[in-house]
């Protein structure tokens, strides 16, 4: 992979010293919409950046395209930045940034070639998850993803906050979540059975949640915090063991997978629990959008749960096609969820796992205004259309980058897993294709503790995500891809960030 950029062009007076122009580039990921490159260049002073709102720019853009449309004029007097909206300005400051060489030494000074650059985004919904409940990761290590984000022009961090592993999120009403919830007694050991001896835990008080809000909104991300039901419940029903079908008791769990053990559908105070801690949720969230799971939900204990059965038969449920009596409870469960989340005028967003299942078929009806994610196969979104829902597009084989064995794949093909994905299938009309707001890559963590590791496995495919996310379908072309990831692994080292090329485990 040949490096284009940071070469030392020339020698000239500057203030009576001499100077090494170091030119930047806008060969970048993810690749702007156009470039047109004029002859000369700048060298660039910060104090000659200006900043102007053109409402004109992007007209006849869909609105969020035109809201984060913008332009960067570089010429002889300096840089200007326009955009439609104060979030167009921010995106063309994260773009002028990085088009900035990534690292200047001691007597050299930075240029920018004479342009003009256009941009905006393709998809309105650009997201990343991090799974912070499987394994906890400090503010700092958060930050530092959020800033990965920004540096990709991502709009949304998707935040997993509780697993059957651990529950990661301070709720006042019940400080058992993070007293209990928040701890286990070990990890899994690869090959045999039980776990290791060494206790896991971390939560995020208020504070730190607000300070992560806080920061990654002044980046143009909004946070989406996920709590994952009513499947994937275990910590909190190891902290209130009332909350399941069995009545415990419940250990918080030191194993991967899924597990039968989860809220019930059929007590009160179950859907009463869920209601409190999304009221503390959205009051830490201001995001529009609430991501309430619904993944991988066995029925054994529904099935065998005499309150369970009771409210099955008080809803009059019937098995109808592929949808089981069971499946239909989870939906009609998640109807009650969704519907308390859109009465305090959000949305919500689930996996999924309860509208279509890993064969294709449809197997329950969520609330029509649930964002349906995804996750198991390519089609899984486009059936979520098909059905008359608003899609995202995260498909575990090319859009988890946890990189877990079995999952082993080195260079281009790594790489080109994330970046041939059809986020645009000729299955769907331009109709059907409005309706997939987005893209999302996920990383669960399982065999993830450490920063580096996770970083490891963000970079460089994230340059390959924002490609999909943002960047011009129609030129989508790996070959002209590879110099501008080039670009992008300079500015990952510049930073500190630790990136690779294979999916293997680092030891
Ligand atoms: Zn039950």
Redesign the pocket.
Known sequence: MKKLIVCACALISVSCTQKVLVSGSYELCPEPRSVELSEGSLVFRPGKVSEKLDTTLGKGLEPFQKEECYSIEVGKRGVVLSAASQTGLLRARQTLEKALPPRLEKGEVATLPYARVFDYPEFAYRAFMLDCARHFFPVETVKEVIDIMALHQLNYFHWHLTEDQGWRIEISKYPRLTEVGSIRAGDPVPGKEGHDEVQRGGFYTKDDVREIVAYAASKGIEVIPEIDLPGHMLAALASYPEL??TGGPYEVACQWGVLDDVL????EGTLQFVKDVLEEVMDLFPSKYIHIGGDECPKV??EK????QA?KRALGLKADGHKTREELLQSWFMDQVSAFIEAHGRRCIAWNDPLVDWSNDVVGAPSKNTVIAGWMRPVSSEIAVKEGYDAVICPCGHLYLSAWEGNILKGEAYLRRVFDLNVHPETLSAEEQERVLGVEACLWTERVSERDSLLWRMLPRMSAVSELQWSDPERRDFEAFLPRLSRMQDIYSERGWTWNMAAELPE
């Open positions: 399941g079908c019930c559908a059929g007590k204990r529904w749960c005499p309150d369970c409210k």
